[in-house]
């Protein structure tokens, strides 16, 4: 038996098809905001705020491994109900809800530790979500992007060992876009069309918890970036989800994207 803690956005169902394929007893407890699931028979809507139900729930099912995978919203700390355990654990969530969303999982995955209940991959059914490292597109980048792309990284690397930024966009040679907390389709969406190509360079942060938070991309993501006009995607190989992957690789081929996972 394995629980899925779900939240919002496309990888969820992603994980629950793999699963049913597979034929694995599982349950989820919803964690989206207006009960995404309630149509699945396995599916609990339970507050974030009751973790004595949802510690009673996941002994009830004899479960002793869960899985983290969509977006999970920062709860509203003074709309939640709260029981007994949920009362005791409060001030450790409310410390970590100031600090962001993977600190708020950081805080759940320690409490489900403490409570014998291991977090495992998000891909651990879905190897195939990864990309391995190499080249995925028959348009490649050109020696210049190249040093584009190291440069890029190297960036990315000095500032998301900072302030958690997953993603930047570098157009001739210089940082143009930086990722925020509002995600990397806004940072796409506010760069300007120009007649010079950019890459988006998108990997994990650091110290990133690589069970419950792989930086994801999807077709949207291809698309917002012929719109505005950048060339290619760099993702990290083994770590970055990429959604609806052979859609993605149609779409940057006929439109002469590159993908590159390193």
């Known amino acids: ?13 992603e994980i629950i098809k793999k699963i049913e394929k597979k034929k694995i007893k599982y349950f989820i407890i919803d964690l989206t905001k207006n009960n995404k699931f309630k149509k699945n028979k396995h599916s609990f809507f339970i507050n974030i705020g009751k973790f004595g139900e949802i510690l009673n729930l996941i002994k009830s ?14 709860p509203k700390i003074s709309k939640l109900k709260l029981d ?20 708020i999982l950081k805080v759940l995955i320690k409490i489900l530790s403490e409570n014998k209940i291991k977090v495992i991959k998000l891909n651990t059914f879905n190897p195939e979500l990864t990309l391995k490292r190499g080249i995925y597109t028959k ?25 958690h930024t997953q993603a930047v966009i ?4 210089k940082i143009i876009s930086r990722e925020t907390r509002k995600g990397t389709k806004v940072m796409i969406k506010s760069v300007t069309k120009s007649k010079i190509k950019g890459i988006l360079i998108k990997l994990p942060k650091a110290k990133q ?6 930086p ?44 590159i996972a390193i």
């Open 139 to 163: 348009t490649r980048p050109t020696l210049f992007e190249k040093e584009e792309i190291v440069k890029g990284i190297k960036e990315l690397k000095k500032i998301n060992s900072h302030n």
């Open 61 to 74: 099912q004899k479960c002793k491994k869960v899985i983290f995978a969509g977006n999970i919203v920062k």
């Open 1 to 13: 038996m394995i629980g899925l803690f779900l939240g919002e956005k496309d990888l969820p169902n």
């Open 209 to 214: 918890d690589l069970r419950v938070d792989l």
């Open 170 to 173: 570098i157009r001739d040679n």
């Open 216 to 259: 994801t991309i999807g077709i949207d993501t291809f698309k917002d970036c012929k719109e505005v006009g950048i060339k290619g995607i760099v993702i990290k190989s083994n770590q970055n989800i990429i959604l609806n992957k052979e859609a993605c690789i149609k779409y940057a081929n006929q439109n002469k994207l590159f993908l």
């Open 84 to 103: 007994l355990r949920g009362l005791f654990y409060i001030p450790r969530i409310v410390k970590a809800s100031k600090k962001g969303d993977a600190a």
